[in-house]
């Protein structure tokens, strides 16, 4: 257990991933990142990857495709990897909200005869939106699950909103601000049970810790590759089918990149049995390029231990934060029971706003503000150190107290 400054730089020279680090782009003068849950770091060999990419293009035209036209199925099986999938069953392309929607309605058109929606009133706005607009157009009743903002859904209390009237439960796998986890093997059974399928926004946890989609009986997932994956901003999105469904679900989009012998160009729509059916158009190969090295450090480091130094991380940042912020008017707005917490760990502060805008300014962190009050931390597991989040409590520490929370304990740490 580190329980000084020293101790996290023991555990930092004692760290199996450490060596990870140098995978990203990382100004050693520069704040501390703790914002990689909104957008993850550059990784260093993605500039000269995506002008591999740009100098195929100069210089072999179209024929360069040949190249490139795999890569939602290349990507995506990588992906696979670090979510528990078997190859086949992700695939790259669009955005996440994009295929949110293309996966809600083939789940709904699957499942004609019922009339509700599961979802969770404290989702992510997007997951709440799309589930809103389809619930609008195809008079649909929303159910909404009891559900924590802090702790998340507890699987006990979905039991009370699962009838075998429900079609879709659609919920995130990770919290986007306390960072609460599902039980994605419950909540998988439960649906199950009445017959309802699942979809899952994992956006907030592909990358972070395993989700082990097939072993959990997962029908749907989708997620983003911005955060955790470092795909780069307005990277192309994955989505999972899980293998059985690929055949007999429809999406809504009948685009020709899903079409069986795309290149003869057939009279009518005839999508080929395999994941590749829910692709829409010609996918954003620049974007997928930078998807693919992202990949490489997580898929070299493996997702079993990435979610333990993530595990740690948040471990370490939640006991500073109850040592060092709580005295000065903090709260730990994450789930209290580790195994429960995600990759980031969310604080609540009357003066949240003020310390992450100060710490900016300073040059000291990048953490996150989310209205009304919540600070979030991410655990990067590849590219955070442990005196990084010994350091971050520290700055968070002294801002709070000059911003004029109770003056701070006086600490024998030193903060850099
Ligand atoms: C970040 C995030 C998204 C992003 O959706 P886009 O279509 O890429 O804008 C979606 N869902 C969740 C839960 C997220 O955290």
Same mark, same amino acid.
């Given at each position: 257990?580190?329980?000084?400054?020293?101790?996290? !730089?023991?555990?930092?020279?004692?760290?199996?991933?450490?060596?990870?680090?140098?995978?990203?782009?990382?100004?050693?003068?520069?704040?501390?990142?703790?914002?990689?849950?909104?957008?993850?770091?550059?990784?260093?060999?993605?500039?000269?990857?995506?002008?591999?990419?740009?100098?195929? +293009?100069?210089?072999?035209?179209?024929?360069?495709?040949?190249? +490139?036209?795999?890569?939602?199925?290349?990507?995506?099986?990588?992906?696979? @990897? !670090?979510?528990?999938?078997?190859?086949?069953?992700?695939?790259?392309?669009?955005? @996440?909200?994009?295929?949110?929607?293309?996966?809600?309605?083939?789940?709904?058109?699957?499942?004609?005869? %019922?009339?509700?929606?599961?979802?969770?009133?404290?989702?992510?706005? @997007?997951?709440?939106?799309?589930?809103?607009?389809?619930?609008?157009?195809?008079?649909?009743?929303?159910?909404?699950?009891?559900?924590?903002?802090?702790?998340?859904?507890?699987?006990?209390?979905?039991?009370?909103?699962?009838?075998?009237?429900?079609?879709?439960?659609?919920?995130?796998?990770?919290?986007?601000?306390?960072?609460?986890?599902?039980? !994605?093997?419950?909540?998988?059974?439960?649906?199950?049970?009445?017959?309802?399928?699942?979809?899952?926004?994992?956006?907030?946890?592909?990358?972070?810790?395993?989700?082990? !989609?097939?072993?959990?009986?997962?029908?749907?997932?989708?997620?983003?590759?911005? $955060?955790?994956?470092?795909?780069?901003?307005?990277?192309?999105? +994955?989505?999972?089918?899980?293998?059985?469904?690929?055949?007999?679900?429809?999406?809504?989009?009948?685009? +020709?990149?899903?079409?069986?012998?795309?290149?003869?160009?057939?009279?009518?729509?005839?999508?080929?049995?395999?994941?590749?059916?829910?692709?829409?158009?010609?996918?954003?190969?620049? =974007?997928?390029?930078?998807?693919?090295?992202?990949? #490489?450090?997580?898929?070299?480091?493996?997702?079993?231990?990435?979610?333990? $130094?993530?595990?740690?991380?948040?471990?370490?940042?939640? %006991?500073?934060?109850?040592?060092?912020?709580?005295?000065? =008017?903090? %709260?730990?707005?994450?789930?209290?029971?580790?195994?429960?917490?995600? &990759?980031?760990?969310?604080?609540?502060?009357?003066?949240?706003?003020?310390?992450?805008?100060?710490?900016?300014?300073?040059?000291?962190?990048?953490?996150?503000?989310?209205?009304?009050?919540?600070?979030?931390?991410?655990?990067?597991?590849?590219?955070?150190?442990?005196?990084?989040?010994?350091?971050?409590?520290?700055?968070?520490? &002294?801002?709070?107290?000059?911003?004029?929370?109770?003056?701070?304990?006086?600490? #024998?740490?030193?903060?850099?």
């Amino acid at each position: 257990m580190i329980t000084d400054r020293a101790g996290a !730089l023991a555990a930092d020279s004692a760290d199996p991933l450490a060596g990870f680090r140098d995978h990203y782009a990382i100004d050693p003068a520069g704040p501390l990142y703790f914002d990689g849950n909104s957008l993850g770091r550059l990784p260093a060999a993605t500039p000269a990857r995506v002008a591999e990419v740009l100098a195929e +293009w100069g210089s072999m035209l179209v024929g360069a495709w040949d190249r +490139w036209i795999d890569m939602p199925e290349r990507v995506g099986d990588r992906i696979g @990897t !670090l979510v528990g999938a078997s190859p086949g069953e992700v695939r790259v392309g669009d955005s @996440t909200t994009v295929n949110l929607y293309k996966l809600a309605v083939a789940a709904l058109d699957a499942r004609a005869d %019922r009339r509700v929606v599961v979802t969770d009133a404290h989702d992510f706005p @997007t997951v709440r939106y799309v589930i809103e607009g389809l619930a609008d157009a195809r008079r649909l009743e929303v159910r909404h699950v009891a559900s924590d903002p802090v702790e998340g859904i507890d699987p006990d209390a979905l039991g009370d909103a699962l009838a075998p009237d429900v079609a879709l439960v659609c919920l995130s796998g990770a919290n986007y601000r306390s960072g609460a986890r599902l039980d !994605l093997p419950a909540v998988s059974a439960l649906a199950r049970d009445v017959g309802a399928m699942t979809l899952f926004d994992l956006s907030h946890a592909a990358g972070a810790f395993p989700v082990g !989609l097939d072993a959990a009986g997962v029908d749907l997932a989708v997620g983003c590759c911005y $955060k955790y994956l470092c795909g780069g901003p307005g990277a192309p999105a +994955w989505q999972y089918v899980r293998a059985g469904l690929h055949a007999s679900l429809r999406q809504p989009i009948w685009g +020709w990149w899903g079409q069986a012998e795309q290149f003869s160009m057939g009279p009518s729509y005839d999508p080929v049995p395999s994941a590749t059916r829910f692709l829409a158009g010609t996918p954003a190969v620049l =974007g997928m390029v930078a998807v693919d090295s992202g990949l #490489d450090a997580l898929c070299g480091a493996g997702i079993e231990a990435v979610g333990e $130094k993530t595990a740690a991380l948040v471990g370490l940042l939640a %006991r500073r934060a109850a040592e060092r912020l709580v005295p000065l =008017g903090a %709260r730990v707005a994450s789930p209290t029971d580790p195994p429960r917490r995600g &990759g980031h760990l969310a604080l609540s502060h009357p003066l949240a706003r003020e310390a992450v805008a100060a710490l900016a300014e300073r040059g000291l962190l990048i953490a996150d503000f989310r209205p009304p009050d919540v600070l979030r931390l991410s655990a990067v597991a590849l590219s955070t150190r442990y005196v990084d989040a010994w350091d971050a409590l520290e700055h968070i520490a &002294g801002v709070l107290g000059e911003l004029g929370a109770p003056a701070p304990a006086p600490s #024998d740490a030193t903060s850099s």
